[in-house]
């Protein structure tokens, strides 16, 4: 696994005696800026695993060893945070998330909590009743799955329009799923977009029509840009200045969001070329504190035009690296949009869509490749997998044996027995996310049926066994960005209702917790950076009030970021 020894970078060091470990003096002693000490310290490291404490010079990790040692580095401008005990590891890595989204999400209506129909309704009304005549409502985060009762005169178990457009006839609503794969709308918002019962739907998406072909509102994957679209228009009126400071408002709450739970690096999936250059003046202003690795999201028209352009490692002292890029080439299992190699067990009609075309993938494979950036695709069905691996082969196979392309395929949630030991032989990064298992298990059978769910889904251990490499994250705004609850769902595959979800596909506590450091910073060729705590890499350092590495699982939750530390700076402190 990646994790398993020193680079050469780092060996070099160490032998040149230049960085501290275990209490070897350096012959020359920069000043320490921040000790950690009499600590529990899982260092993430094989060579030095445990320590009690640890020492930071500059932005990066000097020394760790023992209280004893660590305090005779220390000088009268160091800051010591006794930690009394409680645990050290290195900052967790969102692996999979939406950076920008996470801000967002904090703006608009937080439907992640409705547990009926009816409470959403209610949600929008008493926006529409705040909100000027025209303005647009807006909320993510429902999904019907997780609701106490099925609407009545629901359509493929999702309610029609007619009570949200009741209740704000003068506003448009426009409201994700959870999934990010499907949004429903009001009469006044279709109406804004032009959208009839006689516009056909879209390729790669679904507007969904009643028995009678009158439109309900909801609409799938890429039928929900028709009514994007119309939102857009509708910003389109914002001056420069207002885009502006909203997206800094943005970019401002998903770094408190993400620091305050501990996540000191952010694998941001999927983002325009605009954005890029937002995030890049971002970071030359010193305004970015969560570091960013980002994968650009564009056709492979626009990526070829600007690839060459937008590339940067390392940039703004790490904080900003872009030499990635994110396509999807299915749907979501929630929305009935992740494509199939066999209908739905809920919906025999159907075997999910596929959103872009294969041909325009094996595109995008190929500029990537004149431009040496990764291509992550997001593939949640199996027949999705099986394609994006077939694609992923066909392009491996023009590259001299032993690239180090590190390849990524972004949730890999439903995989066809035949197509899991292919991860490991192509060395494709299996990018999943913990939460999603536990959130999604109380109906995954319903859409895959018994079989299909215990051979490939969320297979965790299974992929660890064959040598993939996993990772680990949450796809926030989808699901609450906390590491601390994917960890949890990572190694107990516990539903709400306390039942276990095939837990022989639970990973160890030791595996989540690299799949959430040192794996992450595999998967973005930085491992020689971060992932881990040892010396001469970047001080990035989370401390827990419990330690999630030998509590009672049912404890687990109940523990608090009490420091996020980047680069050697105190970025987040609870408050006493």
């Known amino acids: 696994m990646p994790y398993r020894s020193l680079t050469p970078a780092l060996l070099a060091l160490f032998l040149a005696g230049t960085v501290l470990i275990g209490g070897c003096a350096a012959h020359e002693e920069p000043s320490v800026r921040l000790a950690l000490i009499n600590g529990n310290i899982v260092t993430v490291d094989s060579l030095v695993p445990s320590a009690e404490a640890l020492a930071i010079a500059g932005d990066t990790i000097l020394a ?37 989204g996470l801000g967002e999400a904090r703006r608009i209506l937080d439907l992640t909590k409705a547990m009926s129909w009816e409470e959403i309704v209610a949600m929008v009304e008493a926006a529409a009743d705040a909100a000027a005549p025209g303005e647009w409502i807006t909320g993510r985060g429902w999904h019907q799955e997780k609701w106490d009762t099925v609407a009545e005169g629901a359509v493929d178990g999702v309610p029609t329009h007619h009570e949200l457009s009741a209740v704000s006839p003068d506003n448009p609503v426009l409201l994700g799923h959870a999934s990010g794969h499907a949004v429903f709308a009001n009469q006044r918002a279709m109406l804004e977009a032009g959208v009839s019962p006689e516009t056909p739907n879209p390729r790669g998406g679904e507007i969904i029509r009643d028995a009678r072909g009158a439109l309900t509102g909801l609409f799938r994957e890429t039928a929900a840009n028709l009514i994007e679209a119309a939102l857009a228009e509708n910003r389109a009126r914002m001056t420069p200045e207002e885009r502006e400071a909203e997206r800094r408002e943005q970019a401002r709450l998903a770094a408190e969001e993400s620091l305050s739970k501990g996540i000191t690096s952010f694998h941001d999936a999927g983002v325009g070329v605009g954005t890029v250059r937002f995030f890049k003046r971002l970071a030359d202003e010193g305004a ?116 180090d392309l590190r390849w990524r395929i972004e949730h890999a949630q439903h995989l066809s027995a035949a197509d899991i030991p292919r991860f490991a032989d192509l060395g494709v990064i299996a990018s999943m996310q913990g939460v999603h298992a536990t959130s999604d298990g109380p109906w995954v059978y319903r859409r895959l049926g018994a079989k299909r769910a215990e051979e490939g889904a969320y297979v ?116 006493p």
């Open 64 to 100: 760790v060893g023992t209280t004893e040692e660590i305090l005779a580095l220390t000088g009268d401008d160091t800051r010591v945070i006794d930690l009394e005990g409680r645990l050290a590891i290195p900052g967790f890595i969102e692996g999979h998330g939406h950076y920008m």
């Open 288 to 403: 970015l504190p969560v570091r960013l690795y980002v994968m650009v999201r564009a056709d492979s028209r626009t990526l070829a035009d600007n690839l060459a352009d937008i590339r940067m490692v390392g940039y703004g002292n790490n904080h900003l690296t872009v030499r990635s890029i994110k396509r999807s080439i299915d749907g979501a299992l929630g929305s009935h949009g992740a494509w199939l190699l066999e209908p739905y067990a809920d919906m025999p009609q159907s075997v999910g869509l596929q959103t872009v075309d294969s041909d325009e993938i094996t595109r995008t494979a190929d500029v990537a490749l004149d431009h040496g950036f990764q291509v992550n695709i997001h593939a949640i069905g199996d027949k999705a997998n099986r394609e994006v691996l077939d694609i992923f082969e066909r392009a491996l196979a023009t590259q001299e044996t032993g690239a």
């Open 460 to 575: 965790w251990q299974k992929l660890w066994q064959s040598g993939a490499v996993v990772t680990n994250g949450t796809d926030a705004p989808v699901e609450d960005v906390d590491p601390i609850a994917s960890f949890y769902a990572t190694v107990t595959r516990r539903l709400s209702d306390g039942s276990l979800f095939f837990e022989d596909q639970a990973l160890t506590r030791t595996q989540a917790l690299a799949s959430y450091t040192i794996n992450n910073a595999y998967a973005a060729f930085e491992e020689d950076l971060k992932g881990s705590l040892t010396p001469g890499k970047l001080a990035d350092i989370v401390v827990l009030s419990l330690d999630i590495m030998t509590v009672p699982e049912d404890e687990i939750m109940n523990s608090e970021v009490l420091y996020t530390i980047v680069g050697g700076a105190v970025l987040y402190e609870k408050a």
